[in-house]
Structure formats: C-alpha cells, structure tokens
C-alpha cells in the first residue's frame, strides 16, 4: 500500500460551492493575460538564465532549508533539495523520493521505501542514513520550522535501518497523519550537511549566495526527476526541450520595494517577480510583453492574538474583534476584490474544514462583549509589516473597524527583521502568513500548540482540550472518526480561538513573454507554484 491522506475540500469543490457557502468570491480562477497587441511569445529553446526578483527578505535569509523564514530561502530551499511527499499545484498528495510511505494497522510505526539511485549534487546516493540525519538535525537545530508538527511523535531512538534504502520508524504514539506532516516542507539532507556549502536532491546545484541581495544556481544534470511528467494542473512541456532542468541558471534577486520589484520587470532587467500589490496588477495588464499569473488559493493572512496576555486572554474581546471586521471591506481594500471572505479558519481543503461556518458582522454584539469584558475604550498595539502584500492594509482595515465598537487599536510598522524577530512568537498583538498545509492538524500543531513555534499561546483548559483532540485525531486510522475529531477543533478555533483570517487571498505573479512554462495554478498560494523553476524555459 502506498499512504495517500484523504481527500479534503478540493479545489473544484472550494470554487463551485463558495457561494452556496455564504463566500465571496471575485476575480477568474486563474488568469495569464497580457494587455491589447500582446506579443505571442517565442519558440521554447532549452539554456540560458531565468532571473527572478522576490520581495520577503527578512535580513536573516540563510541557505539552511529547514529555517524556511521567507520566500527567498522557500524558492533556495525547493531548488537544491526535495522531499519524501509534496502536495502539487492542485493540493494533490504525491510521493516524491519516497516510493512508499506506509503504516501498521496501528499507526505507530511507519516504513519508508527511498527510490533507487537518486544522488546528491556531490554524486553521493540517498539512503536511510541521510534520512535519520535530516530528522536528527531538525530536533537538534534551533530555529528549525519543521520541529513543531514532528516533535510530540517522532521518536529518534525509534529509527531501524531495514536496508540502504528502508527505514522503520516507531513512534511515540500513533499517528495516521504522519505521511502529510512529510508532505508540508521536509527537505531531506545529506550527512554532515553544511549550509554554508548545500547540497541537495533537487534540480539545481548551488553557485553563490548574498544574504538579503541574491542567490545563484545552476543546473544540476543528474536530477532523479529529470524525466518526470508535468503537475496535474500544469500543461506538458513542448517536445524537443530534453530533460529537466531547462535552464541553465537560476538567479533569485530580493528586491523587497514593490515599485522597484515591477519596475525590474517592465524595463526588462528580470523575467519574473512574485508577491504583486493589487494595485500594480492593471500596470502588468496593459503591457504587451508581461504576463499576469493569477491563482486562487487557500492561502491566508492572519491577525493572531496572544491569548496568554491582556486583553486577550479574555475570549469575550477576541469575540468582540472578530465580530467586528467588515471582511467585505477587507477583501475590496486589501485585495481589490482578488479573493475569497474566510471566516477566521484556515486550512479550506483539509478534511473536516466547516465551510458552513459564517461569521456575520454584529458591532451591537461586539460591543456588548467587549462592556461585558470590562474593557470599553481599551487601547492595544498591532504589531504588522509586509509579510504579504496585504497585511498592512488588512490591520489599517480592523483598526478602523475596531474604533466602530470603542476599541482603541494602533498600527505599528516594522520590517521583516524586527516582525520576525526575537519577539515574534510573543508578540500580543501581530501577524503572520502561511500557505496551506493540506491538513489543519498538521497547521495546528505548529501554530498552536508547539511550545517553540506558536503564537496564538492558547491557555488551559482549552490547550488541554485542544491537545486531547488533536493527540486522537492523529491516533486513529479511522477516517471518519479522524474528520469528526477534527471537526471539534475547528469547532473552537471557531468559538474560542485567537486568529482573525478575513479572506483567501489570490497569488498575483508576472513574467515575461520571453519565458514559458509557468505552473497553470497555484493553489498552495506558495507563488511560482512553490519555486518549480525546473519546469520553466526560454522563448526567445
């Protein structure tokens, strides 16, 4: 048997019933337009240089892949390594360098079967050791994002070398969720990984790298999946172009200013650019030689409040907030209408997601929460900066929503680096963007309830609660059971917990016509469908 997690919400599901959802919803599904007279683009040739420029540098940007924290080292990451399983452009499950990622009847010991003969950029072969050391580094690397949703059940004393290519692994406990934790970022490493020199698994090889300025690789021609056929979503590459990569360098350049990020791209300096603001989108519209891609997503933007630490440690003023901002608002101003209304509950193709779950805005209830509360008049702090494009204007958004019920909230800028810095998991008051996982216990586990990654600091007796249910939905290997449990922390996520998530938001990336092979959808919302520079090539 070959583990594949359940379906959830699917992304012909989330579109076809938003409205019967009570969502709204604006903009074409996927949209790669170019304005009147565009110029077709040229014959796909194989070599030459692709040249992005990102925004998202945090200043603390390193070539380790399990400290994913920012785009930059997401597209570095995806680049020089791969993983066991990865979800697709369409939230697809797939097994990557695994051939098989099974379980025992009762989920507390899981076997992995490594595919023959896939090498490092050195010429080494992948085998168990590489993989027991990437889990090894993980636990033992501060910082590592992955650390969260292994922790409470991976045991590293658990590990049994089958063969060069097997690994049985005993868990703490059971858990059948385990093959989709493997599937959220999970970059296997080689023994005695160096960051400062990586070596990967993955379609290009490292060739330099300038913190905060640029990274540039090259082809690497043994890739394992040179060979492998197209994402789902994705139209096949045209003949003729041989293995994959296509290219023969990738430059990543930050340019964390939008106005200069889309200035790079209209006067020809790089092909590509990611993270769009909404108003900048009729500028690559109108222009003959750029193309705009444009994806609905489940990705998401929240507003989390620390419910450790006043006012919010008092469910009535997180009720009170959340009542209070106009999500249509939110969605026109921040979005220009370029997304889907949430309802503070992220995860929407998860098994168990409620879509039915509708918050209507009620300032009289609000209100008479926050009197309720003893906090009338209260003045707090938010904490923002461009974590997306939209998270300045979400928080202006609920700032002046807040005033409308007697709440008092200050929006303060900073950049990346002070946003995610030492305080981030202890600010009050602040945000944060993530792309689905694919599963919300997976998100919950990270968000949550890690001691070390979260930032909503849920208090007792709801972290209780919260970990018994999410300790048995991962245990049983009955689905039907495992979507019920899941169903109830969605319940009180919904009822009690402290993220404010007013839409999903669409991915808006450009390119130029000179280059062609760009995923057709992006439904993780990771842009670029998560960095697949592999599939991309050249038409001029």
């Given at each position: 048997?070959t583990?594949?997690p359940?379906?959830?919400?699917?992304?012909?599901?989330?579109?076809?019933?938003?409205?019967a959802?009570?969502?709204t919803?604006?903009?074409?599904?996927?949209?790669?337009?170019?304005g009147?007279?565009?110029r077709?683009?040229?014959?796909?040739?194989?070599?030459?240089?692709?040249?992005?420029?990102?925004?998202g540098a945090?200043?603390?940007?390193?070539?380790?892949?399990m400290?994913?924290?920012?785009i930059?080292?997401?597209f570095?990451?995806?680049?020089?390594?791969d993983?066991?399983?990865?979800?697709?452009?369409?939230?697809?499950?797939h097994?990557?360098?695994?051939?098989?990622?099974?379980?025992?009847p009762?989920?507390d010991?899981?076997t992995?079967r490594?595919?023959?003969?896939?090498?490092?950029?050195?010429?080494?072969?992948?085998?168990?050791?590489?993989?027991i050391f990437t889990f090894?580094r993980?636990?033992?690397?501060?910082?590592a994002?992955?650390?969260?949703k292994?922790?409470?059940?991976?045991?590293?004393d658990?590990?049994?070398?089958?063969d060069?290519r097997t690994?049985?692994?005993k868990?703490?406990?059971?858990n059948?969720?385990?093959a989709?934790a493997?599937?959220?970022p999970?970059k296997?490493?080689?023994?005695?990984f160096?960051?400062r020199?990586?070596?990967?698994?993955?379609?290009?090889?490292?060739?330099?790298?300038?913190p905060?300025?640029?990274?540039?690789c090259?082809?690497?021609?043994?890739?394992?999946?040179?060979?492998?056929?197209?994402?789902p979503?994705?139209?096949?590459?045209?003949?003729?172009?041989?293995?994959?990569?296509?290219?023969?360098e990738?430059v990543?350049?930050v340019?964390?200013?939008?106005?200069a990020?889309l200035?790079a791209?209209?006067?020809?300096?790089?092909?590509?650019?990611?993270?769009?603001?909404?108003?900048?989108?009729?500028?690559i519209?109108?222009?003959?030689d750029?193309?705009?891609?444009?994806?609905?997503?489940?990705?998401w933007?929240?507003?989390?409040?620390?419910?450790?630490?006043?006012?919010?440690?008092?469910?009535?003023?997180?009720?009170?907030?959340?009542?209070?901002?106009?999500r249509?608002?939110?969605?026109?101003?921040c979005?220009?209408?370029?997304?889907?209304?949430?309802n503070?509950?992220?995860?929407?193709?998860?098994p168990?997601?409620?879509?039915?779950?509708?918050?209507?805005?009620?300032?009289?209830?609000?209100?008479?929460?926050?009197?309720?509360?003893?906090?009338?008049g209260?003045?707090?702090?938010?904490?923002?900066?461009?974590?997306?494009?939209?998270a300045?204007?979400?928080?202006t958004?609920l700032?002046?929503n807040?005033?409308?019920?007697?709440?008092?909230?200050r929006?303060r800028?900073?950049?990346?680096a002070?946003?995610?810095?030492?305080n981030?998991?202890?600010?009050p008051?602040s945000?944060d963007?993530?792309?689905p996982?694919?599963?919300?216990?997976?998100?919950?586990?990270?968000?949550d309830l890690?001691d070390?990654?979260t930032?909503?600091?849920?208090?007792?007796?709801d972290?209780g609660?919260?970990?018994?249910?999410?300790?048995?939905?991962?245990?049983?290997?009955?689905e039907?059971?495992?979507?019920?449990?899941?169903?109830?922390?969605?319940?009180?996520q919904?009822?009690?917990?402290?993220?404010?998530?007013?839409f999903?938001?669409?991915?808006e990336?450009a390119?130029?016509v000179?280059?062609g092979?760009w995923?057709?959808?992006?439904?993780?919302?990771r842009?670029f469908?998560?960095?697949?520079?592999?599939?991309v090539?050249r038409t001029?």
């Amino acid at each position: 048997m070959t583990t594949r997690p359940a379906e959830g919400f699917t992304r012909r599901a989330f579109l076809n019933t938003a409205a019967a959802l009570g969502l709204t919803t604006a903009a074409p599904a996927l949209t790669a337009c170019g304005g009147d007279g565009a110029r077709t683009a040229g014959t796909p040739r194989r070599g030459g240089t692709l040249t992005v420029a990102t925004g998202g540098a945090k200043g603390s940007d390193t070539l380790d892949p399990m400290l994913l924290n920012s785009i930059p080292v997401s597209f570095m990451a995806r680049a020089l390594h791969d993983q066991l399983a990865d979800f697709g452009n369409d939230m697809g499950y797939h097994l990557r360098m695994a051939e098989l990622i099974e379980p025992n009847p009762a989920g507390d010991e899981w076997t992995i079967r490594l595919r023959p003969g896939i090498e490092f950029h050195d010429g080494k072969t992948l085998d168990v050791d590489d993989l027991i050391f990437t889990f090894q580094r993980t636990f033992s690397l501060p910082g590592a994002v992955t650390v969260g949703k292994f922790k409470a059940f991976v045991d590293l004393d658990g590990f049994t070398k089958l063969d060069a290519r097997t690994l049985r692994m005993k868990l703490l406990r059971p858990n059948a969720t385990f093959a989709t934790a493997l599937a959220s970022p999970f970059k296997v490493v080689p023994v005695g990984f160096d960051p400062r020199r990586p070596v990967g698994t993955g379609p290009f090889k490292h060739k330099s790298f300038t913190p905060n300025r640029q990274w540039v690789c090259e082809r690497f021609a043994d890739y394992w999946d040179a060979d492998g056929p197209a994402q789902p979503s994705d139209t096949p590459a045209p003949p003729g172009l041989g293995p994959k990569p296509y290219l023969d360098e990738l430059v990543v350049t930050v340019v964390n200013d939008d106005s200069a990020r889309l200035n790079a791209l209209v006067t020809g300096q790089v092909d590509a650019i990611n993270l769009l603001p909404y108003a900048q989108l009729p500028t690559i519209e109108r222009h003959r030689d750029l193309r705009l891609l444009e994806s609905r997503t489940g990705a998401w933007t929240g507003i989390y409040m620390n419910m450790r630490q006043p006012p919010f440690d008092d469910v009535r003023v997180r009720q009170a907030l959340r009542l209070a901002i106009d999500r249509e608002q939110a969605l026109t101003a921040c979005l220009s209408g370029r997304g889907v209304v949430a309802n503070d509950l992220p995860e929407p193709f998860a098994p168990g997601y409620p879509g039915s779950l509708v918050r209507a805005r009620d300032l009289d209830r609000a209100r008479a929460l926050l009197k309720a509360a003893g906090h009338e008049g209260v003045e707090v702090e938010l904490v923002t900066g461009p974590v997306s494009t939209e998270a300045v204007s979400m928080c202006t958004v609920l700032a002046e929503n807040a005033a409308e019920i007697g709440m008092t909230v200050r929006v303060r800028q900073v950049d990346t680096a002070t946003l995610f810095g030492p305080n981030f998991h202890h600010w009050p008051f602040s945000v944060d963007k993530w792309p689905p996982q694919g599963d919300f216990l997976t998100l919950l586990a990270l968000t949550d309830l890690s001691d070390t990654t979260t930032l909503t600091h849920p208090a007792e007796p709801d972290l209780g609660e919260l970990r018994g249910l999410h300790e048995r939905a991962q245990a049983t290997t009955d689905e039907a059971e495992r979507v019920a449990l899941t169903r109830r922390v969605y319940d009180i996520q919904y009822e009690r917990g402290g993220w404010i998530i007013p839409f999903f938001a669409n991915v808006e990336n450009a390119h130029h016509v000179r280059t062609g092979g760009w995923p057709n959808q992006d439904f993780p919302g990771r842009t670029f469908g998560n960095g697949r520079f592999e599939q991309v090539y050249r038409t001029d």
